[in-house]
């Protein structure tokens, strides 16, 4: 069965602070692997997205790197700000599947405190 | 800044009554898709369409329809909504990135549907 799964479930961190969320999946064929940001009542934002042929990619203060061997991912946080509080959503797409078949983690509610 | 619009953002409504979520995009992208999220749970695809025309259910049982007479608007209607559909509803839309090429996926706001 093609899961995404991610820890923590729930992460309190101060401000200044760095922190990696993870993500591990099932899913097969992989075709790309997505980060998505969501603010509180708001949609996802990308940030990211990697494929199979990319091991890590930066976007700012976040860092993605991808091990499609072992199927995990993580992201990285470095510096935290009180705004980089949401919920943080891996998605992992399968080769030849339309791109409607997304497979979504429940994500990783992110805290920072000042 | 997001070039996919959804209203309205939040309604509360009584049992029974039905109601259309409003989705509309100014990329010029083919697919689109609405979502079903609740609180603390995953995304779950509730229909998609390909292009005018085109609509499909999703993943997720529904009992919303969807219609795609316009690339640019893809709106979702409950005939009778009910305090099970309460739920936030996600419209996205996806094609290739203007920069990059990459075929992004791009979320709205949202809608916070409430039925008593």
């Known amino acids: 069965k093609n899961q995404v799964e991610q820890s923590p479930q729930s992460l309190i961190i101060l401000e200044g602070k760095n922190c990696t969320l993870q993500?591990?999946?099932?899913?097969?064929?992989?075709?790309?692997l997505r980060w998505y940001k969501q603010d509180t009542g708001r949609g996802p934002v990308s940030l990211t997205i990697?494929?199979?042929?990319?091991n890590t990619k930066s976007n700012g203060r976040y860092t993605a790197t991808l091990d499609a061997d072992t199927k995990q991912s993580s992201l990285h946080i470095t510096a935290s700000q009180l705004s980089d509080s949401a919920s943080y959503i891996c998605?992992?797409?399968?080769?030849?599947?339309?791109?409607?078949?997304?497979?979504f983690g429940r994500g990783t509610q992110l805290t920072v405190w000042p | 800044e997001a070039d996919i619009y959804q209203t309205p953002r939040y309604l509360v409504i009584g049992t029974g009554k039905k109601i259309t979520l409003e989705c509309s995009q100014t990329?010029?992208?083919?697919?689109m898709y609405w979502y079903q999220q609740d609180p603390g749970m995953e995304l779950h695809l509730i229909h998609y369409?390909?292009?005018?025309?085109?609509?499909e259910k999703g993943d997720l049982s529904s009992e919303s329809t969807v219609s795609r007479i316009r690339t640019e608007h893809f709106p979702l209607t409950l005939e009778s909504a009910r305090p099970s559909h309460t739920s936030q509803y996600l419209c996205?839309?996806?094609?290739?990135?203007?920069?990059?090429?990459?075929?992004?996926?791009?979320f709205g706001a949202g809608s916070r549907l409430t039925v008593l």
């Open positions: 996205a839309s996806s094609g290739p990135d203007a920069y990059s090429g990459a075929n992004v996926l791009t």
């Open positions: 993500c591990n999946y099932t899913v097969s064929p992989f075709s790309n």
């Open positions: 990697m494929t199979f042929s990319e």
């Open positions: 998605v992992v797409s399968d080769r030849g599947s339309t791109l409607g078949r997304l497979y």
């Open positions: 990329m010029g992208h083919d697919k």
């Open positions: 369409s390909y292009g005018v025309n085109s609509t």
